[in-house]
């Protein structure tokens, strides 16, 4: 059985009138831990996006466990994959209620989330009482770790990180990337123009444009 999850085929995409990838081509297995490396604005949080049907390819198809990734799927897609944006504004009002409405929607309901909430906490460096403050009162660091900490409460083994260690302390990045390294059955799609990530376990994609070395 074929370990295939993701595979972007020819992937064209324009932008503001110039093209930014064409015949783009990329296949994810499972267990992949894949860093996409580039300079900025060469397209690298696009690919992340293209695969949740937040923005949509000029041609070329993008498959999600061998099925093209489409309208009618792209929602089951979603439930099965943890997505940290570096726009790490996701609501506002108290940490404790904003995580709380993300495990009532139908498909996170009944999940038991507040005992492994606290020891992510721990292990990332905040404090308990950080649940009762305001979300929008935390600072870009406090917040990137809340986002992440949902991710994982989610209990998904697919993770797309776009940025997710940019407002850390070489510490705290260091955490990040160690916690997301230790499970060898999660399959990681990850940008960053954060050296913290260079590792063994880590494969490199180079994307710049419509350029690619895998």
Not at 103 to 126: I, M, P, Q, T
Not at 157 to 179: G, M, N
Request: charged share 30%; glycine share 8%; aromatic share 10%.
């Amino acid at each position: 059985m074929s370990s295939e999850l993701i595979r972007y085929k020819d992937i064209c995409v324009d932008f503001h009138g110039s093209r930014l990838f064409s015949n783009f081509n990329l296949t994810v297995n499972l267990g992949d831990k894949l860093i996409l490396k580039g300079r900025s604005g060469s397209g690298k949080s696009t690919l992340l996006k293209i695969l949740l049907g937040i923005l949509r390819v000029d041609d070329g198809e993008v498959f999600y466990r061998g099925k093209k990734v489409s309208s009618s799927n792209i929602w089951d897609i979603r439930k099965e994959i943890a997505y940290v944006s570096q726009d790490t504004d996701i609501g506002e009002g108290i940490v404790k209620d904003l995580i709380n409405e993300i495990f009532s929607f139908d498909h996170n309901r009944g999940r038991k989330y507040h005992r492994k909430r606290n020891s992510l906490l721990e292990y990332f460096g905040l404090d308990r009482s950080i649940v009762y403050k305001k979300f929008e009162g935390l600072s870009g660091g406090e917040k990137q770790r809340i986002c992440i900490i949902i991710s994982v409460l989610l209990g998904k083994e697919i993770f797309l990180l776009d940025e997710v260690t940019s407002a850390l302390d070489p510490e705290l990045k260091e955490k990040v990337v160690d916690f997301f390294l230790e499970n060898e059955d999660w399959t990681l799609l990850v940008v960053s123009h954060d050296n913290t990530w260079d590792r063994v376990a880590m494969d490199e994609v180079f994307v710049d444009g419509c350029e690619i070395n895998a």
